[in-house]
Protein backbone atom coordinates (compact mmCIF):
# COMPACT_ATOMS: atom_id res chain seq x y z
CA UNK A 1 0.00 0.00 0.00
CA UNK A 2 1.32 3.78 -0.92
CA UNK A 3 2.51 5.34 2.71
CA UNK A 4 -0.10 7.67 3.87
CA UNK A 5 0.46 10.94 3.17
CA UNK A 6 1.90 13.47 5.63
CA UNK A 7 -0.49 15.96 7.67
CA UNK A 8 -1.05 19.25 6.35
CA UNK A 9 0.46 20.85 9.80
CA UNK A 10 3.85 19.43 9.74
CA UNK A 11 6.60 22.20 9.15
CA UNK A 12 9.81 21.88 7.45
CA UNK A 13 11.98 19.21 8.57
CA UNK A 14 9.29 18.06 11.60
CA UNK A 15 9.09 14.75 9.65
CA UNK A 16 6.68 11.98 11.05
CA UNK A 17 9.18 10.00 12.95
CA UNK A 18 9.28 13.35 15.07
CA UNK A 19 5.71 13.97 15.32
CA UNK A 20 5.11 10.71 16.86
CA UNK A 21 8.06 11.29 19.30
CA UNK A 22 6.82 14.52 20.11
CA UNK A 23 3.45 12.82 20.95
CA UNK A 24 5.22 9.93 22.90
CA UNK A 25 6.83 12.51 24.85
CA UNK A 26 3.84 14.62 25.63
CA UNK A 27 1.66 11.53 26.49
CA UNK A 28 4.77 10.99 29.16
CA UNK A 29 4.87 14.66 30.32
CA UNK A 30 1.51 14.71 30.82
CA UNK A 31 1.01 11.12 33.04
CA UNK A 32 3.78 12.27 35.41
CA UNK A 33 2.00 15.33 36.86
CA UNK A 34 1.17 15.60 40.07
CA UNK A 35 -2.54 16.11 41.50
CA UNK A 36 -1.47 19.52 42.94
CA UNK A 37 -0.23 20.39 39.39
CA UNK A 38 3.65 19.82 39.54
CA UNK A 39 6.16 17.86 38.24
CA UNK A 40 9.29 16.86 40.22
CA UNK A 41 12.32 13.74 40.27
CA UNK A 42 13.36 12.08 43.18
CA UNK A 43 16.22 14.06 43.74
CA UNK A 44 18.84 16.75 42.79
CA UNK A 45 17.81 19.74 40.34
CA UNK A 46 15.17 17.64 39.41
CA UNK A 47 13.59 17.68 42.62
CA UNK A 48 12.67 21.43 42.28
CA UNK A 49 9.16 21.75 41.67
CA UNK A 50 8.57 25.20 40.48
CA UNK A 51 11.43 24.75 37.82
CA UNK A 52 10.25 21.55 36.56
CA UNK A 53 6.28 22.79 36.34
CA UNK A 54 7.73 25.35 34.71
CA UNK A 55 9.97 24.25 31.84
CA UNK A 56 6.88 21.31 31.45
CA UNK A 57 4.87 23.63 31.21
CA UNK A 58 6.82 25.38 28.72
CA UNK A 59 6.49 22.07 26.59
CA UNK A 60 2.95 21.85 26.50
CA UNK A 61 2.50 25.29 25.19
CA UNK A 62 4.62 24.56 22.73
CA UNK A 63 2.64 21.93 21.59
CA UNK A 64 0.15 24.25 21.40
CA UNK A 65 -1.94 23.35 23.76
CA UNK A 66 -3.25 26.60 25.62
CA UNK A 67 -4.40 27.18 29.47
CA UNK A 68 -8.14 26.25 28.19
CA UNK A 69 -7.92 24.31 24.92
CA UNK A 70 -5.84 21.76 23.32
CA UNK A 71 -4.77 18.01 24.47
CA UNK A 72 -2.90 19.35 27.09
CA UNK A 73 -5.30 22.31 28.52
CA UNK A 74 -5.79 20.78 31.84
CA UNK A 75 -2.17 20.24 32.62
CA UNK A 76 -1.52 23.58 31.32
CA UNK A 77 -4.14 24.88 33.75
CA UNK A 78 -2.79 22.80 36.39
CA UNK A 79 0.91 24.02 36.32
CA UNK A 80 0.03 27.54 36.40
CA UNK A 81 -2.45 27.19 39.21
CA UNK A 82 0.08 25.64 41.30
CA UNK A 83 2.98 28.63 40.04
CA UNK A 84 0.42 30.99 41.07
CA UNK A 85 -0.04 29.18 44.60
CA UNK A 86 3.96 29.21 45.22
CA UNK A 87 3.99 33.19 44.14
CA UNK A 88 5.07 34.34 47.69
CA UNK A 89 4.26 38.27 48.86
CA UNK A 90 7.66 39.96 48.06
CA UNK A 91 7.08 38.67 44.79
CA UNK A 92 9.29 35.47 44.79
CA UNK A 93 7.79 32.49 42.80
CA UNK A 94 8.80 29.73 45.19
CA UNK A 95 8.21 26.83 46.83
CA UNK A 96 10.85 27.25 49.47
CA UNK A 97 11.58 23.67 50.89
CA UNK A 98 14.45 21.72 48.71
CA UNK A 99 14.23 24.43 46.00
CA UNK A 100 15.03 27.46 48.38
CA UNK A 101 19.04 27.10 47.72
CA UNK A 102 18.30 27.76 43.91
CA UNK A 103 14.76 29.70 43.90
CA UNK A 104 16.04 32.17 41.73
CA UNK A 105 16.15 29.60 39.07
CA UNK A 106 12.33 28.34 39.37
CA UNK A 107 11.57 32.36 39.58
CA UNK A 108 13.00 33.10 36.12
CA UNK A 109 11.33 30.15 34.33
CA UNK A 110 7.98 30.87 35.69
CA UNK A 111 8.11 34.54 34.77
CA UNK A 112 8.77 33.09 31.29
CA UNK A 113 6.24 30.20 31.30
CA UNK A 114 3.14 32.61 33.31
CA UNK A 115 4.02 35.39 30.54
CA UNK A 116 3.95 33.09 27.73
CA UNK A 117 0.44 31.54 28.98
CA UNK A 118 -0.58 34.49 29.84
CA UNK A 119 -1.37 35.96 26.57
CA UNK A 120 -3.42 32.91 25.92
CA UNK A 121 -5.75 32.66 29.51
CA UNK A 122 -8.97 33.37 28.05
CA UNK A 123 -10.36 33.84 31.37
CA UNK A 124 -10.35 37.10 32.83
CA UNK A 125 -10.10 37.05 36.21
CA UNK A 126 -6.95 34.44 36.00
CA UNK A 127 -5.27 36.68 33.40
CA UNK A 128 -5.19 39.66 36.10
CA UNK A 129 -4.42 37.58 38.84
CA UNK A 130 -1.19 36.23 36.32
CA UNK A 131 -0.46 40.01 35.76
CA UNK A 132 -0.49 40.50 38.98
CA UNK A 133 1.69 37.94 40.19
CA UNK A 134 4.21 38.94 37.41
CA UNK A 135 4.21 42.42 38.57
CA UNK A 136 5.38 41.30 41.85
CA UNK A 137 7.88 38.92 39.98
CA UNK A 138 9.56 41.96 38.07
CA UNK A 139 9.56 43.79 41.04
CA UNK A 140 11.52 41.20 42.82
CA UNK A 141 13.77 40.24 40.16
CA UNK A 142 14.55 44.05 40.25
CA UNK A 143 15.68 43.92 43.76
CA UNK A 144 17.90 41.05 43.68
CA UNK A 145 19.85 42.36 40.64
CA UNK A 146 23.27 42.47 41.81
CA UNK A 147 25.36 45.79 42.01
CA UNK A 148 27.00 44.11 38.78
CA UNK A 149 23.70 43.68 36.78
CA UNK A 150 23.68 39.74 37.27
CA UNK A 151 21.92 37.36 39.52
CA UNK A 152 22.77 34.45 42.04
CA UNK A 153 20.56 31.36 43.32
CA UNK A 154 18.87 33.57 45.63
CA UNK A 155 17.21 37.06 45.88
CA UNK A 156 19.33 38.02 48.89
CA UNK A 157 22.65 37.93 47.39
CA UNK A 158 24.85 40.87 46.15
CA UNK A 159 26.65 37.44 44.36
CA UNK A 160 26.16 36.85 40.14
CA UNK A 161 26.44 34.14 37.69
CA UNK A 162 25.25 34.04 33.88
CA UNK A 163 23.03 30.83 34.07
CA UNK A 164 20.80 32.25 36.38
CA UNK A 165 21.24 35.98 35.22
CA UNK A 166 19.91 34.74 31.80
CA UNK A 167 16.80 33.20 33.05
CA UNK A 168 15.86 36.75 34.58
CA UNK A 169 16.57 38.01 31.04
CA UNK A 170 14.58 36.20 29.71
CA UNK A 171 11.93 36.15 32.04
CA UNK A 172 12.07 39.89 32.02
CA UNK A 173 11.87 40.11 28.29
CA UNK A 174 8.36 37.88 28.09
CA UNK A 175 6.72 39.79 31.00
CA UNK A 176 7.19 43.07 28.88
CA UNK A 177 6.24 41.38 25.70
CA UNK A 178 2.56 40.91 27.33
CA UNK A 179 2.38 44.54 29.09
CA UNK A 180 4.23 44.08 32.64
CA UNK A 181 6.23 47.34 32.98
CA UNK A 182 9.91 46.08 33.04
CA UNK A 183 12.37 49.45 33.90
CA UNK A 184 14.32 49.61 31.30
CA UNK A 185 17.50 50.32 34.01
CA UNK A 186 17.34 46.18 34.86
CA UNK A 187 17.13 45.08 31.47
CA UNK A 188 20.26 47.86 30.56
CA UNK A 189 22.10 46.72 33.81
CA UNK A 190 21.93 42.93 33.12
CA UNK A 191 22.88 43.62 29.28
CA UNK A 192 26.18 45.29 30.47
CA UNK A 193 26.80 42.63 32.70
CA UNK A 194 27.15 39.79 30.22
CA UNK A 195 29.29 41.94 27.55
CA UNK A 196 31.36 42.29 30.87
CA UNK A 197 31.12 38.74 30.98
CA UNK A 198 32.41 37.94 27.23
CA UNK A 199 36.16 36.93 26.50
CA UNK A 200 38.00 38.51 23.70
CA UNK A 201 38.52 35.52 21.51
CA UNK A 202 34.32 34.63 21.82
CA UNK A 203 32.47 32.82 24.18
CA UNK A 204 30.70 33.91 27.95
CA UNK A 205 32.35 33.00 31.41
CA UNK A 206 30.47 31.84 34.11
CA UNK A 207 30.81 35.01 35.94
CA UNK A 208 32.57 38.44 35.69
CA UNK A 209 36.15 38.44 35.99
CA UNK A 210 36.63 34.20 35.12
CA UNK A 211 38.61 33.58 31.83
CA UNK A 212 37.10 30.28 30.81
CA UNK A 213 34.14 30.34 28.27
CA UNK A 214 31.07 28.51 29.05
CA UNK A 215 29.62 27.30 25.76
CA UNK A 216 26.06 26.99 26.73
CA UNK A 217 25.56 30.35 29.03
CA UNK A 218 26.94 31.63 25.40
CA UNK A 219 24.22 30.05 23.99
CA UNK A 220 21.98 31.51 26.52
CA UNK A 221 23.78 34.72 26.19
CA UNK A 222 22.92 35.08 22.26
CA UNK A 223 19.35 34.56 22.55
CA UNK A 224 18.89 37.79 25.69
CA UNK A 225 20.47 39.80 22.75
CA UNK A 226 18.31 38.35 20.41
CA UNK A 227 15.44 38.88 22.61
CA UNK A 228 15.96 42.47 23.68
CA UNK A 229 16.45 43.43 19.66
CA UNK A 230 19.98 43.69 19.78
CA UNK A 231 21.08 40.99 17.19
CA UNK A 232 23.17 43.53 14.97
CA UNK A 233 25.48 43.88 18.44
CA UNK A 234 29.14 42.87 16.98
CA UNK A 235 29.55 41.04 20.39
CA UNK A 236 25.89 39.00 19.73
CA UNK A 237 27.52 38.10 16.21
CA UNK A 238 31.07 37.15 17.52
CA UNK A 239 29.46 35.01 20.42
CA UNK A 240 26.68 33.72 17.50
CA UNK A 241 30.08 32.70 15.68
CA UNK A 242 31.70 30.98 18.46
CA UNK A 243 28.80 28.69 20.05
CA UNK A 244 28.17 27.36 15.91
CA UNK A 245 31.69 26.68 16.02
CA UNK A 246 31.71 24.94 19.88
CA UNK A 247 28.13 23.35 20.34
CA UNK A 248 26.61 23.57 16.23
CA UNK A 249 29.80 21.65 14.74
CA UNK A 250 29.07 19.42 17.96
CA UNK A 251 32.87 19.03 18.71
CA UNK A 252 33.05 21.62 21.02
CA UNK A 253 32.35 21.00 25.25
CA UNK A 254 28.73 20.96 24.91
CA UNK A 255 27.70 17.99 23.57
CA UNK A 256 30.31 15.81 26.67
CA UNK A 257 29.88 18.16 29.41
CA UNK A 258 26.82 16.61 30.91
CA UNK A 259 25.31 19.93 30.17
CA UNK A 260 23.40 18.80 26.42
CA UNK A 261 20.06 19.88 27.07
CA UNK A 262 20.23 23.23 28.90
CA UNK A 263 22.97 23.49 26.05
CA UNK A 264 20.60 22.95 22.92
CA UNK A 265 17.52 24.42 24.80
CA UNK A 266 19.36 27.95 24.55
CA UNK A 267 21.29 26.73 21.14
CA UNK A 268 18.23 25.86 19.17
CA UNK A 269 16.31 29.18 20.15
CA UNK A 270 19.50 30.89 19.01
CA UNK A 271 19.93 29.30 15.55
CA UNK A 272 16.25 29.56 14.84
CA UNK A 273 16.22 33.44 15.48
CA UNK A 274 19.36 33.51 13.35
CA UNK A 275 17.86 33.02 10.29
CA UNK A 276 16.92 30.19 7.95
CA UNK A 277 20.39 29.79 6.73
CA UNK A 278 21.82 28.74 10.33
CA UNK A 279 17.92 26.78 11.10
CA UNK A 280 18.37 24.70 7.89
CA UNK A 281 22.05 23.64 9.13
CA UNK A 282 21.34 22.86 13.08
CA UNK A 283 17.76 21.57 13.03
CA UNK A 284 18.27 18.25 11.14
CA UNK A 285 21.20 17.48 13.02
CA UNK A 286 19.59 18.04 17.05
CA UNK A 287 16.26 16.68 15.57
CA UNK A 288 18.28 13.16 14.63
CA UNK A 289 20.43 13.45 17.71
CA UNK A 290 17.25 13.50 20.11
CA UNK A 291 14.96 11.03 17.99
CA UNK A 292 17.88 8.40 18.50
CA UNK A 293 18.10 9.28 22.65
CA UNK A 294 14.47 9.19 23.32
CA UNK A 295 13.42 6.54 26.02
CA UNK A 296 11.17 3.55 25.00
CA UNK A 297 8.94 5.02 27.44
CA UNK A 298 8.92 8.10 25.66
CA UNK A 299 11.16 10.39 27.76
CA UNK A 300 14.57 11.72 27.60
CA UNK A 301 17.41 11.74 30.26
CA UNK A 302 18.37 15.33 30.81
CA UNK A 303 21.75 15.76 31.45
CA UNK A 304 22.02 14.34 35.22
CA UNK A 305 18.75 16.14 36.13
CA UNK A 306 16.31 13.72 35.13
CA UNK A 307 13.23 12.79 33.01
CA UNK A 308 11.24 15.54 33.39
CA UNK A 309 13.80 18.37 32.82
CA UNK A 310 15.06 16.17 29.51
CA UNK A 311 11.83 15.86 28.14
CA UNK A 312 10.66 19.36 28.85
CA UNK A 313 13.55 20.52 27.18
CA UNK A 314 14.14 18.11 23.90
CA UNK A 315 10.14 18.84 23.60
CA UNK A 316 10.91 22.73 23.63
CA UNK A 317 13.52 21.72 20.66
CA UNK A 318 11.75 19.59 18.42
CA UNK A 319 8.54 21.92 18.83
CA UNK A 320 10.11 25.26 17.53
CA UNK A 321 9.08 25.23 13.84
CA UNK A 322 4.88 25.08 15.31
CA UNK A 323 6.07 28.82 16.43
CA UNK A 324 3.59 28.51 19.26
CA UNK A 325 5.97 29.91 22.04
CA UNK A 326 6.02 34.24 21.55
CA UNK A 327 9.14 34.73 22.80
CA UNK A 328 10.83 32.01 20.57
CA UNK A 329 9.26 33.55 17.27
CA UNK A 330 11.48 35.19 14.38
Not at 289 to 315: H, I, M, N, P
Request: charged share 20%; with cysteine.
Amino acid sequence: APAAPLPPSLPRHVTRETDEAIRRGLSWLSARQSREGFWSEESGYGSYPVSMTALAGLAMLASGSTPTQGTYAPNVSRAMGFLLSCAQDDGLISRGGVEETHSMYGHGFSMLFLAEAHGMEEDVDRQVRIARVLERAVRLTDRAQSSRGGWYYTPSSDFDEGSVTVTQVQGLRACRNVGIMVPKRVIDDAMRYLEKSALPGGGIAYRVGMTDPRPPITAAAVVCWYNAGQADLPLCRQNLRYIIRTIGEGEGPAWMQGHFFYAHFYMSQAMYLSGEKNWERYFPRIRDRLLATQGEDGAWLGDSVGKVYGTSLALVILQLPYQYLPIMQR
